[in-house]
Every structure is written in C-alpha cells, then in structure tokens.
C-alpha cells in the first residue's frame, strides 16, 4: 500500500528568471475551471496537492530550498484571511480557500530542506527520513498530468503493484525526444513497458518515449542514489539512479500515457506559455 506523496519544489527555476527571483516556479499561477464551471487562478502546486488528495493520499512531504518560504505559507491555514473575506461578503471565494484548508488540516504535511540545489536525485533523497522504509509516489511540482477521474495515478498504483515493481514512471510519445529522458524497453502489455535503460537528452533518440516526473519507488531508489556519482555541474541526477537500479536487476516499469491524457509543464518559458494558451483546465 503506498501512502505517502514526495513533491519536489526545490529547483532554482532558472529558466523562468526573473520572474523566479522570488517566486518559486512552482507556485505560478494556472487556470483552471472547477466543476461549476467557474474559472480559478491557482497555483501548479496547488492543482497537484489537490489531485493526488482527491485520490487518496494523506501524508506529503514537500522538498523545498532556500527561497520557498512561499510554499509553506500557502499550505498553511490562515482562519483570519477566511474570516476577513466573510465579513467583506465574498463568501464563495471564502468558501473556496476553505475548501482548500480543510484538504490542508486532513493532511500530514511535512517540508524538508535541501539547503544546496544539487539535482533531482539529491532532493529525492533528502526525503529518506520522511519516507523510511514505505513505498513512494514522487511528482516534481512543475508537472502535472490530467486525466478523466485522476486515472494516471490509479494504473500506475496499479502496475507497480500487480508486477511487484520496484519503480514505475509515466512517459509519453513526443515528436522531438532528444530534450528528454527517454527509455529503452520492452513492451509487455498495451502501455506498460519493461524497462532496460534511461538515456538522458540523448543526440540520437533510441526511443520516442519521454520521462515525465511522476514516479512509485520503492525504498531501494535511496541506495541506488547513494552509489550516484555527481554529474560535471555537482548535481546528482535521479536518471541514473533509475539506471542504477536496473543494474541492480531490480523491476523498472513505464506507463504510456493514454490518447486523451495531457500533461501540463510549466519548466520553461516555452512550456507555460504553452500550458497558459490552451487554459483553463477542466479539473
């Protein structure tokens, strides 16, 4: 049973300078449109805590750095803000934060520091004290999949447990992958792919299926990091932790995202300009 979410919101954002100055990349606002039909401004990071609470999770440990004081606040209930919205009658936008502050009070929230930006696999492991010994789902807080009732998240659950896999993560077709982590596998069933290795932005693409940032480790991820030698720019990559683990002969599964399945980056200025033409989102 996997009970517990990481969220990475620890990255520098560099690409999106200067607007993430002061702003974590994570808490760029999208629109979405909620089930009554009425447009709304969040936050990435908001979308993604709420996604993965309508499917069940409760407990999240949020990886956060210097710079992201932003991000605890948001997640933090403030009853006076509420009140003071009621007492100005704007009460459904007082019902609206509230709504969000009872999936806050309902969960275990737990921030952990990575206090120098060293990579991916490095934010992913200063989560072992949060974690322990339990399976994982990882998402990176500048991504987002959206799917009919969440159903992403329900069959990667699903394929990490019926093959009693040590990782599962989604990929998707692209036209161009050499920007990406692309796999190199076997296909076992109609989405679900053994995988045999991880090719980082490779020049000549063995495959057109990319990586996107929402995974289901099992505790073992932590020792394969561990052995991970630092890249030329001191950062520890999670790829080659996942490499590391099929060095280990451990199960590495990838899930291919289904036709109508979209997934939302806002990583770059391309893809958020990207994500903001085609909004809102329907949620």
């Known amino acids: 049973m996997i009970r517990k979410v990481v969220i990475s919101a620890a990255g520098l954002g560099t690409r999106l300078l200067p607007v993430t100055k002061e702003l974590p990349k994570e808490m760029l606002p999208i629109f979405v449109r909620n089930l009554k039909g009425n447009i709304i401004c969040k936050p990435m990071l908001q979308v993604a805590f709420e996604q993965l609470y309508d499917v069940g999770f ?8 210097r710079g992201k004081k932003a991000v605890k606040d948001h997640f933090t209930v403030d009853e006076n803000f509420v009140g003071y919205l009621k007492k100005n009658n704007r009460v459904e936008l007082a ?15 737990v921030f952990i520091n990575q206090p120098v930006p060293k990579g991916f696999g490095d934010a992913v492991y200063r989560a072992k004290s949060f974690t322990r010994k339990e399976p994982f789902l990882l998402q990176a807080g500048d991504d987002l999949i959206l799917s009919r009732n969440n159903d992403h998240v329900r069959r990667m659950v699903t394929v990490f447990e019926d093959y009693d896999a040590d990782a599962v993560f989604l990929v998707e077709e692209v036209e161009d992958p050499r920007g990406y982590g692309v796999i190199v596998g076997d296909k076992i069933k109609q989405d679900v792919f053994e995988v045999k290795k991880v090719v980082e932005k490779p020049k000549v693409p063995p495959s057109n299926l990319a990586v996107i940032a929402l995974y289901i480790f099992n505790p073992i991820i932590y020792r ?5 030698i630092p890249d030329e720019t001191g950062e520890v990559q999670l790829t080659d932790g996942i490499n590391l683990l099929l060095n280990f002969q451990c199960k590495v599964y990838a899930l291919k995202l289904k036709e109508k399945e979209r997934r939302v980056d806002i990583g770059s200025p391309e893809t958020y300009l990207r994500t903001l033409r085609n909004l809102p989102l329907d949620l």
Do not use: C, H, P, Q
């Open 58 to 65: 409760r407990e999240f440990g949020f990886v956060v750095g």
């Open 95 to 109: 019902n609206r934060l509230s709504d969000f502050y009872e999936k806050v009070s309902n969960s275990t929230m």
């Open 224 to 228: 394969a990091i561990d052995k991970v």
